[in-house]
């Protein structure tokens, strides 16, 4: 899916969500620290990652596996939850919305 | 003395739990190392590849946040290439995900581009295109045994591939199920584990399930296998049709490392730990065993190595070159790389304090290749 547009894009707020990434995947995101995916109504999270990685596959490996499970120390937030708190990758976000990916406190 | 000095050099490439490191030298003696590349991602497994004409760094990275992928490096390290989609990724219908890289061997001189790749889940997989895609071998995938190969503690995986000159006769190792070997070419695979012990399973002497920490091949006599098993070090002189015990005269039969000569037959390197309660060099004292005959008997090397150790050795974290005589290589998890360039006998500090070491592979390349020495 080839949908999402590159932040700075002019697209009014409510007709996109936007993706904020991580410092440390923009450089898989050809630099870009926020990624924007058109929508005008509610639209799920796997939606919402399939579209704004969709010009960038090794971005989206780094978030998901190949069987499409979010990466176990990869955090996805929408309105402050992480999606695992909410109905994982079928969690509704609506257009206007600012989802936050970042990566977990773990290792060692 | 088979090689020019002056126009070939070493390079050794040291995988580490947080990050890789590299190191060259002129002389397998005075190292220069570079890193870390990759920092904060694990690199269980390294390949380098001197084929067609070129030298091809491979490395499977693993990062704790954002999974495993296959690096590739055609200029030393100066700059790194992944696939987009890949190299190693399960088809649609596994229902699997990739989890580690724990091995990357490239094939022989005669099969240019051809790179196989053992993983975790297990699996094996096989390349033509240099290692920049990988495709699941479907008959060790659709194995009727699978569900009932184990984990070892560090993962269930298929961490060892030996292909015959021919190609046609492959033998993997996995922990846990033990020594599978096809006949034609990978197609498909039988278990090959008669004679060794499985002493931690109700029936010590099953077909499969035995938990082989590393085999290689002898590289001058056909069908002639070294194993290290967790507990049990073995020999088969016919294509794993049986295995023999070449234990006696070191002093444990447990460890880590397998490894042999390129070229001369009859020769192989261990590393011993005691096991099971304490994993570490027998009392705290490191030790390379060489045999040159084929296991009837061992010589403990130890020259250079520290008077005290108690860290391991892992079974990726040791290596031969292909240079004459073989230089022998291996890290602990503590953190010290060491060298040999005379097989064993006497070993020089290449690294110290590095993170734990996983892998460790060495070659041969044009000296043209390094960055000018100051």
Known sequence: MNSAMISGDSMPADSAISVVLPSVLQPLAGGQSILTAPAEAAVTVEWLLDAVTGDYPALSRRLRDE??????????????????????LVTAVVPGQEVLIIQSVAGG | MGRMATAESYVLAIGTKKGLWLATSPDRTDWSLSGPHFLMSEVPSIGIDTRDGRTRILVGVRSEHWGPTVFHSDDLGESWSEPENGAITFPDGTDAALERIWQIHPDADSRPGVVWA???????????????HFELNRGLWDHPHRSEWGAGYGGAAAHSIVVDPTGEKVHVAMSTGGVYRSLDGGTSWEPRNKGISAYFMPDPNPEFGQCVHKIAADAAVDGRLYAQNHHGVYRSDDDAESWESIAEGLPADFGFVMLTHPRRAGTAWVIPLKADGERIPPDGKLAVHRTDDAGATWKRLDAGLPEAEYNAVLRDAASVDGAEP?????????????????????????????????????????????????
């Not at chain 1, 176990?72 to 708190?85: A, F, K, P, S, T």
């Not at chain 2, 053992?118 to 920049?132: A, F, L, N, R």
């Not at chain 2, 006998?345 to 290449?350: C, G, K, L, R, S």
């Not at chain 2, 041969?364 to 000018?372: F, I, K, Q, Y």
């Open chain 2, 326 to 374: 073989a230089g022998v290589y291996f890290g602990t998890r503590g953190g010290s790389v060491y060298a040999s360039a005379d097989e064993g006998e006497h070993f020089t500090e290449v690294a110290s304090h590095l993170p734990d070491v996983l892998c460790v592979r060495a070659a041969v390349v044009s000296a043209a290749l390094l960055p000018a020495q100051p």
């Open chain 2, 118 to 132: 053992g993983c975790e889940p297990i699996s094996v997989w096989k390349s033509t295109d240099g290692g920049e």
């Open chain 1, 67 to 88: 069987t499409g499970a979010v990466r176990r120390y990869v955090n996805i937030y929408v309105n402050g939850n992480e999606i695992r708190r909410l109905q994982g």
